[in-house]
């Protein structure tokens, strides 16, 4: 599981190891930083679900902001957009970080779904992980 086994790293600060008795924080802080062990096979294509999620944050904030200036009329959608563009702070670049993490995050799942289908996550014991993936990319798809 592990590259190496790493032994549990004693606190010696007299303080610190009261704290940590009533209080085990640093404990805590040291399992999960230090003597948590490594899978041999972590690369880089594992960060793609984690970028996919950050890039849905991004989306969902700046679409919030998007909204709240944004005038859903016939006669006035095309001037609401240009007042963001000009009038409200930073507002072109609200808007061009939504247009374009659109298709960052299209393109983030996307390599993201070929990592788990080229490392085979599909596959037992993750059978019901796949299937909720997939309809969260139909939901995606359709929203």
Request: net charge neutral.
């Amino acid at each position: 599981m592990a590259d190496h086994d790493t032994p549990h790293t004693p606190i010696t600060n007299p303080l610190a190891k009261w704290v940590d008795d009533r209080l085990p924080v640093f404990s805590m802080m040291n399992h999960a930083t230090v003597d948590y062990p490594t899978p041999r096979n972590l690369n880089y294509w594992w960060n793609f679900g984690s970028l996919a999620g950050v890039c849905l944050v991004m989306m969902i904030a700046t679409g919030l902001v998007l909204a709240m200036n944004y005038t859903p009329h016939v006669d006035m959608a095309f001037a609401s957009v240009e007042r963001i563009m000009r009038d409200v702070n930073f507002g072109w670049v609200i808007r061009f970080v939504h247009m374009n993490g659109a298709s960052f995050f299209f393109i983030v799942v996307y390599i993201h779904i070929f990592r788990g289908m080229y490392y085979g996550s599909y596959k037992s014991p993750r059978e019901l992980l796949w299937i909720l993936g997939v309809l969260i990319l139909l939901l995606m798809m359709a929203t």
